[in-house]
């Protein structure tokens, strides 16, 4: 499986982020795959944003699940993240994540449950 995250790299303050993450090598569909948002600002641990299932559902971190929305395309085989009312505070890198297994929320927010990774892109929130 492999995992390409994209973005617009600089994003003002107040304004939306909108990223994708383009999937091959299996679809998004296929049993029992989590497809998850990951984040690390600078000179911090990783951050779960949020997870969709195989099966749609979808799975946000408490604190960010207010400006945030997860969702997916099946005919392109992509998943996609929006960030409302961003602030210098999400300034960090965006990784696409993906899990193979049942799993909970507090096993999706586990960075080494994850079998396969993106490279990350890099935003910057500043005006």
Request: contains cysteine; charged residues 15%.
């Amino acid at each position: 499986v492999q995992l390409q995250e994209s973005g617009p790299g600089l994003v003002k303050p107040s304004q939306t982020l909108s990223l994708t993450c383009t999937v091959s090598g299996d679809s998004i569909t296929t049993n029992y795959y989590y497809w998850s948002w990951i984040r690390q600002p600078p000179g911090k641990g990783l951050e779960w944003i949020g997870s969709i299932a195989y099966s749609g559902s979808i799975y946000y971190s408490p604190s960010l699940k207010s400006r945030t929305s997860a969702s997916r395309d099946t005919s392109k085989n992509t998943v996609y993240l929006q960030m409302n009312s961003l602030s210098p505070e999400d300034t960090a890198v965006y990784y696409c994540a993906a899990r193979f297994g049942v799993a909970l929320t507090d096993i999706l927010k586990i960075q080494s449950s994850y079998n396969y990774w993106g490279q990350g892109t890099q935003v910057t929130v500043s005006s």
